[in-house]
């Protein structure tokens, strides 16, 4: 397995788009700061800190992009067999290209988090203070961390849907179109669903609700909108995924290629 | 019987309702080069599928140096190196790098660059694998099948879009490796070139083995024969067979060759009635021509 990973790893490193990814994340962020210090009152620079300099967002668009293509560029590529009709069993090559994404995600938070505390010490270093209280009672720093971390239960919500996406249409642009509404659209349909979910409750069960658990992570208030504590929220969304990763895992088994 | 490698008994395959491949049994010996024979569409890729695990097939049983191999277990494929249709290439990868990228962790660095001379890639292999041309794509696919030095090597077209260069490379390779006990697998459509190479020979038709054997006893069934241009063809013909000769009914002269044949007779029996001869071919059915006999009579052989 530990083989697998780093020969996953391997084609990564080898992709341009690896590196490209990395520089553009990094790129906007500093945009973003740089707006930031320049008009603080349009972009709060605490809020703007929280949230990574925008930095998760983007990695959410890399990491749906990156997913996707992980399966599907198999299939694209014609290397699916070669993969396959070695000692390996199929459920390993799958779980390896999974746990690659899982180490390419981790990668990206870490880069953008570490990068977003270079920028505040440059660019920030007498606006405010890390250990500020911000929102309800935490500091900035820890939530900061806390958004980071929550959003990584989320992003991998995300993930698992299109890997199960481009895993049963062996192509990567339907998972992609498919990943980026549904972690998208949670902000622009929330109003719709609060109120749907108001009328039938067993709606909060839906896997677009939980979506919204890095949210109420750091406004515990949203509890009384999704109906759910945030515990169950973190629950939900760790069911869901197994499904879906279930699903792909059963599906990637019995394909013929 | 010899070392057997691989075993193959009673295989099924089913897409749908169509049945691909209908109770196939063989073995391969270790050592031999075994060439895999079919029109298109006959299930030779299947069949190399199955061997490799790809699928999950209704019955038989496949065997890989006495481990058995289906869709859930790999363990034999250890000692097996393919190239199945057409190879895959990542086109952000080097050839190099996808050769490291394949390879065991046993294989050194100069392993792997042996493979590469004795394909004789070397002046290309750093380049990204997305400009090569058809031929040098399909050699890096045969590299890759050989690059862990496995002990069973399945190769399907593996000439397909080579020049006659690379391909006599091809060849010495394999016969090399052949030599070392290496054992070969091989499908191909250009006859000529595989039956240069191959020890047994396996024929298949729409699922079905219609011919199992070495390559000398599907020679041996073959003809060979004399073909004459003469002046006068029809008295050629009349006067060779009122003198013991048998005829092969065509149009031209020709004559069926045996040890007691000799030209030399034919010719002076000829002048002797004053007819000329123009031209004289010898003609030898090969693989070919023994192969499309055995197709168009559709009747199974078991060799």
Known sequence: MVTLVRQEIFKLVHKKSTWATSIILLVIMTIFAVISRNHPNTIDPKTIFVSLFTGFDWIVLFMIAAASSIISMEFQYGTIKELLYRKYYRGEILVSKWLAMVLYSIYFIALAFVYSLILKLILFNGTFQLSETYGNKHSILVTALYTSLSGFVALWLVLSLVLLLANLFKSSAAAISVGIIGYFAINVVSSMLIIAIKKWTWLKWNPLNMMNYPNQVISPSLKHMTLLSTNELLIGSLVYMVIFLGISYSVFKRRNV | MADTILDVEGLTKNFGSKKVLKNVSFSVEKGHIVGLVG???????????????????????ITLDGQPVSQTSHQALEKVGALIEYPGIYPFLSGLQHLELFSNDGV?????????????????????????SLGMKQKLGIAL????????????????????QANKDLRTIILDLAKQGTTFLISSHILSELEKLIDDLIVIDKGQIVYRGDMATLESGSTRSMVLQTSDDAKAKDILSQ????LIDSDHVSVVEDETTKMADIIKLLSTNNIEIEDVKHVHSDLETSLLDLLKNDKVKEG
Do not use: C, W
Request: charged letters at 20%.
């Open chain 2, 39 to 61: 029109p298109n569409g006959a299930g030779k890729s299947t069949i190399m599928k199955a061997i490799l695990g790809l699928f999950n097939y209704p019955s038989g049983k």
């Open chain 2, 108 to 132: 050194s660095k100069q392993q792997i660059m042996d493979v590469v001379d004795k394909m004789k890639m070397g002046s290309y292999i750093k380049r990204k694998a997305k400009t090569y």
């Open chain 2, 243 to 246: 003198n013991g000769y048998k």
């Open chain 2, 145 to 164: 099948a050989l690059v862990n030095h496995p002990a069973l090597i399945i190769l399907d077209e593996p000439m397909n879009g080579l020049d006659p």
